[in-house]
Nanobody
Framework: QVQLVESGGDLVEPGGSLRLSCAAS????????MGWYRQAPGKQRELVAQITSGGNTNYADSVKGRFTISRDYAKNTVYLRMNSLKPEDTAVYYC?????????WGQGTQVTVSS
């Protein structure tokens, strides 16, 4: 019923920038929370950034000041702007959007930061 299509992952050099997109097939008008998670090989999936319908945001300490989460209700899309990328940011990034208590995941998009 709900599909989240992620895009924007790429290979980028340290210090570079990327913008990830998560396009939802359902309107964001009734969304509760929108977030980005990441999972590196052999590591636990972790919350990177989250934004509520009211605009409140929170970020993992490791990305504060470098990443920015935003959303465009007209496009039903959530974004993650990533600046000053570090090799430690290398992971598969997953979008998660919750409508009430129901959460949905994107397919993941790979971000690789390497010189």
């Amino acid at each position: 019923q709900v599909q989240l299509v992620e895009s924007g992952g790429d290979l980028v050099e340290p210090g570079g920038s990327l913008r990830l997109s998560c396009a939802a097939s359902r309107s964001l008008s009734s969304v509760n929370t929108m977030g980005w998670y990441r999972q590196a090989p052999g590591k636990q999936r972790e919350l990177v950034a989250q934004i509520t319908s009211g605009g409140n945001t929170n970020y993992a300490d490791s990305v504060k000041g470098r990443f920015t989460i935003s959303r465009d209700y007209a496009k039903n899309t959530v974004y993650l702007r990533m600046n000053s990328l570090k090799p430690e940011d290398t992971a598969v990034y997953y979008c998660k959007i919750s409508w009430g208590a129901s959460g949905y995941w994107g397919q993941g998009t790979q971000v690789t930061v390497s010189s």
